[in-house]
């Protein structure tokens, strides 16, 4: 079991920024892709943006030039830094990551999630 622990949500002006964090555990299991996600009310979690564990990212088009996605090894800690945030982006964001186990078996873990509220 991996545990992934979000925080850094909560209430920004349009055109603010937010950070989030998400530190997990890799005592035993080694991330294989670490990823953020969103979900409002209704609607199905969408992919924001993730980090390999050999480094490339990849970028929800609407948040492209907007958030960046990166990954302290040291700290076992995912960040997700937002600026140039807008209504629209208001959700809830959620950690996830594929974790490797020493024998080559991968299971998908998630966070509790974080609320993002973009508002006057």
């Known amino acids: 079991q991996v545990q992934l622990m979000e925080s850094g949500g909560g209430k920004v002006q349009p055109g603010g920024s937010l950070s989030l964090s998400c530190v997990y555990d890799e005592t035993i299991f080694t991330p294989y892709r670490l990823a953020w996600y969103r979900q409002t009310p209704g609607n199905q979690r969408e992919f924001v943006a993730d980090?390999?564990?050999?480094?490339?990212?990849n970028y929800a088009n609407f948040v492209k030039g907007r958030f960046t996605v990166s990954r302290d090894r040291a700290k076992s800690t995912l960040y997700l830094q937002m600026n140039g945030l807008k209504p629209e982006d208001t959700a809830t964001y959620y950690c996830?990551?594929?974790?490797?186990?020493?024998?080559?078996?991968?299971?998908?873990?998630w966070g509790q999630g974080t609320q993002v509220t973009v508002s006057y």
């Open positions: 996830n990551g594929v974790f490797v186990d020493s024998k080559g078996k991968s299971a998908t873990y």
């Open positions: 980090i390999m564990s050999d480094g490339p990212r």
